[in-house]
């Protein structure tokens, strides 16, 4: 079993900042990518950051909306990925799901996992 829990969501006024962190614990042979999506009320999940290869040369791509203004970074000692997202607006607001691609032992193919997400609200 993988398990990817999230934690660092709430309230913050537009402008502010927030961090969110994601663990990935059970079961794991490699971390091959971490990173963030989120769904805003209305629209289609979307990626906010990501970082592919993730034990070696943590490469990093951002959503156009967010490029400048927010970072991801991780530790790949602890299987955790980190989210900082600075500036924030109104349109940040909405439910954030941390997803791993992950193989679990050396004979099993990579597989995609989500944790359960974490609510962020930016009041204006």
């Known amino acids: 079993q993988v398990q990817l829990v999230e934690s660092g969501g709430g309230l913050v006024q537009a402008g502010g900042s927030l961090r969110l962190t994601c663990v990935a614990s059970?079961?794991?042979?490699?971390?091959?990518?971490m990173g963030w999506y989120r769904q805003r009320p209305g629209k289609q999940r979307e990626l906010v950051a990501s970082i592919d290869n993730f034990e070696t040369s943590a490469d990093k791509e951002y959503g156009d909306s967010v490029r400048g203004r927010f970072a991801i970074s991780r530790n790949s000692a602890t299987r955790t990925a980190y989210l900082d997202m600075n500036s924030l607006k109104s349109d940040d607001s909405g439910i954030y799901f941390c997803?791993?691609?992950?193989?679990?032992?050396?004979?099993?193919?990579?597989?995609?996992?989500w944790g359960q997400g974490t609510q962020v609200t930016v009041s204006s």
């Open positions: 059970g079961s794991i042979f490699s971390v091959y990518g």
């Open positions: 997803h791993a691609n992950i193989k679990r032992t050396t004979w099993e193919g990579r597989s995609d996992y």
